[in-house]
């Protein structure tokens, strides 16, 4: 028997090496692109300057036989096809934003169910194991409704827009492909992941499984950089001749000018946001179940599906900058559509939720004191760090210019308030959303030493918290004075002011979490942590960061997709539909909420589908096995 | 299930409470139409093709984006401001500084070029970072998502030119005039305001203090000039009254209905025409012989 568990396990290895090999040989193709996206066929002859030359013999090629690169053609309303009763727009708005939301949630989940499973692996503590093994069963059912939205899409797309695809197969033909060869890869690891987990556990065979998910990872890393180049390109096109028709060399379209900050936007976003989805379904079993001991692992589960959202969270406005940048920097007009033209409201909005994001997130690390033994010792700071946060979120929702009634213009006498105007501009709001992510960082910490007592003689035992403290306010001082002095310059060089602000919080964000570290090494507990005992609002903290993510990723694609404005594909092949208008805010407020309904609707069914398996399977002998998590009760 | 009821409220309330908010807390602005190539023929007086020039320089040339006082991204163009003279005025200056490296060879070809090739010449502090002002982030307006025809750049030239007070040296268009019924009409210009809203049949829809009666399909027009300057980020009252004269669906007023008015004005209607409206409409208690000299014959 033994014998031929060693050969099933060689083979199994083989057979794994061998698809492993062939994956990363993609990978590396598509690292080298140079050579394999050269399209020979239709670019006749190398040039350095390649623009007309390259585009010309599409033009004088005399054999058609030949395919030859397209350039996109000028449509008319009645080019595009019309499904009684569909609204094309629409349809492919609701499917592409469904498929975005699955696709978001299983591209981060085996992420930090990956970084989990590592952790049960260096700490030898088999309830990291379990945990992550069940964040991989939330998310199984995800990659099915992920799939089938993505299989709908593409063939709405085909089916209503068959110029725009035509002209999009011309330039990324061969990504395509990969593309979809990268699914088996996917689908070969994410299978043996999931289902071969607990037998290589047993097996002792963990090495290998966390090999296996690294390659999930890997593919779905490749499949999200893949499809981003498709989104990249349709907003700031690139490896084009001049009538707009690709010149043959595919990485030179993959790697415009938007595409690095759009894939760091999106992968940092996507594990903010899969971390709220799973949080949220953890927050559902604690209000759920009525075992203490699930009740427990669920709210130590929700803990750290939240840690997770927390860590997506404070570098994703860094990443947002960075992208708004090279927008700008790729196009002005393109750059002033999005912050400052039909579309500025929208920041305002964004402002709102963000400030939904971070108040739901500090309510819920402050609930948490109330399950530390030793908490209590930082309950006092809760009411400041809470006054900071709301001074700092009204400061960034304040409008620079405000609607008002006749009478309330003859009243300020001007269209900016004389004292809240000043809060309007981005002086106020980059100092303000600095101090945001200040605060929260100081509410996680807090809570993060809550249970915790520095032990030693050591300089960071005996000062660290002074220095923390010393470090938070020459940041604040910084951040506030920079804020106030880009008051008093031109707005050029304003701009440039938010750099070394960001920088300020950078430094405290990796300061002070160095200085935990040198500081409570050797630590002692003061108490434990009482799991499972927190506040059903609490819980309900969770949901609000759910849905808040959710209905803002709707909306930031709307703006996203919006800034093209009336271009399939921007300056280079303009949408002459009927839907070629912009839709006005209230219009996609209510097509978002719609688009999340549907979405909630499928995260029950993806929710329930584990749940659902479990009812039979468990297993007594094997929860007894692990050992408990210090409860409330 | 009985368990789900109260999150699914909760998020449901949440997700309404947002789009609530989107729907009734922020102000309605209504997206531009997607621009269209302005056809045009010899058949056009100056001051409509100046209009025209206006019409685009405010919409499809996408120009106020950057050429504003608000974000003041770039040069102010219309006006005298803290960049100097209109733009008309100092093109002429501008191919005489040391740094310009452009080919042309008068204020006309400078604005030309400008629109071309907006590097040829960079304003001190407002090229791209880093370039020592030697790049300027301005698009050229004859390709890419503006693409704007030669006939349409000299229209916005000829505005700019009107704008400025100088010679309109932009020649006018040359081309198929469109077919006619042979009926040639006598083009006659309003000499105030009154006039004005008579000529363009707004008593029809509006009501405003020189009109004796008017009807109620559009707003008043002796009160939106109140709120104009506030309606839009980045326009002022006065543009923000051109532009809902030219494109009156560009922001459609609560309460009223959109493509109700004629969205042609900019061909038919002469700059001087339109600034006596804006007036009338921002000062509706001025009289009409209070109204500012016609700019015709500049």
Redesign the interface.
Known sequence: MLGKKKIKTSLFRAVFVLLAFFLFANVASVGSVAKFFDHKAYAQEESADGGEEAAAPAEEAVDDNVWKPIAPPVLEAKDYPVISGVNSRIAVWIVAQLHLFFGAFVLAVPIFVWVIELIGVMTKDPRYDHMAHEFMKVAMTGFSLSASFGGLLTMLLIVLYPQFMEYMVSVFGKVMIIYALMFFAESFFVYTYYYGWDRMTAGGNKKLHLFLGLGVNAAGLVIMLLANSWTAFMMAPAGLGDNGAFLGDTWAAIAGPLWGPLNLHRFIANIAYGGSITAAYAA?KV??TKDAREKAHYDWMGYTSFFVTMAGLLPLPFAGYWLTKEIYGY????G??LM???F??LF??QA??IGALFLSSNYYLWCSLGRTNGGDRYSFMIAPIGTVILIAFLMWFTP???????GE??QIGD?HHPVLGFFGVMAAKNTAVNILLLATFCSFQIFSRANKKAVGDGFWQKNGTAVQTGLYIAAATNIIALGVYSYFI???VRI?LSVPQVCTTLVVLVGGTIIDVLMFKGSREVGEMKWGNMPVRSQ?AL??LA??FT?LMGLMGYVRSGIR???HV??VFR??SVN???????F???M??LI??IF?ALV?FMFWMPILASKKKKDPAALEEEPALETGN | MR??FP??I???L???G??G???FG??????????VEEKLSGDITMEQYVAIGDKIFHGKG?CT??HNT????APILEMASSDGEPVGVRAAERIKDPRYQGEAMNGEEYLHESLVDPSAFVVA??GK?GTNDTVS???SVN????GLSDVEMGAVIAYLQSAAGVDITVALPTGEAPADDGEEEEVTVAANAQEAFDKFGCSACHMHPLIDEGGDIGPDLG?VG??A???V??LTAEQFIAQSIIKPNAVIAEGFDADTMPDDFAESMTVSELNMLVDAVLHPDKKPDQEPDSTEGE
Do not use: E
Request: some cysteine.
């Open positions: 559902y209000l759920t196009s002005q007009q393109m002033i559509t400052g033209g039909v500025a409201w305002i909005i709102v939720l620079h210019t405000l609607i008002m009634s006749a213009l003859a269209a031109p707005a050029a440039g309900y949901f609000l849905v808040s209905w404005q009336h271009w921007y300056t949408d002459n070629a208008f912009t839709p006005t805010l209230p996609a407020a209510n978002v909420t999340v309904i909630v029950l | 368990d789900l999150i699914l909760f998020s449901l949440v997700m309404f947002y789009a908010f989107v729907t922020i102000p309605l602005i209504v997206p531009a139409p997607p621009p996408t984006l950057c608000t974000g003041h991204r502090g407002y970072t982030p301005m698009p390709k890419g998502a503006i009160k109140a709120t300057g506030s309606r980020i980045g």
